[in-house]
Nanobody, 129 residues
Framework: QPRLVESGGGSVQAGESLRLSCKAI????????VAWFRQAPGKEREGVASIEYHGEDIVYAESVEGRFTISKDDAKDTVYLQMVSLKPEDTGVYYC??????????????????????WGQGTQVTVSS
């Protein structure tokens, strides 16, 4: 069963860092772009960052620009989200998602959640002040 598995969440103090991982299991290279989303209690899911197949085009939400970095390691079938200078407002469940299609057509990165059809279970990130 193809799936995405997130890891790396935890509880940190403001100003600290975390690195999230999104491991693709049984998912082909047709599943790009990949994006990270987050959802805080009582709020809508928010797009954080997205990376396309070649890893050259990347999109970030304004709220994380300059603090978060998305990257990928093809050999490990893993996409990462490096988060530094974390703030309490970064708290939430972080989800990894991929656009999976049956045709190898390049698609640009996007943080629109409605364009993603394969989601992980999420990993909790809690930032205390």
């Amino acid at each position: 069963q193809p799936r995405l598995v997130e890891s790396g969440g935890g509880s940190v103090q403001a100003g600290e860092s975390l690195r999230l991982s999104c491991k693709a299991i049984g998912i082909s290279s047709l599943c790009f772009p990949v994006a990270w989303f987050r959802q805080a209690p009582g709020k809508e899911r928010e797009g954080v960052a997205s990376i396309e197949y070649h890893g050259e085009d990347i999109v970030y939400a304004e709220s994380v620009e300059g603090r978060f970095t998305i990257s990928k390691d093809d050999a490990k079938d893993t996409v990462y989200l490096q988060m530094v200078s974390l703030k309490p407002e970064d708290t939430g469940v972080y989800y990894c998602a991929a656009q999976c299609r049956n045709r190898a057509i390049w698609r640009p990165p996007t943080i629109d959640p409605f364009l993603y059809n394969n989601w992980g279970q999420g990993t909790q990130v809690t930032v205390s002040s």
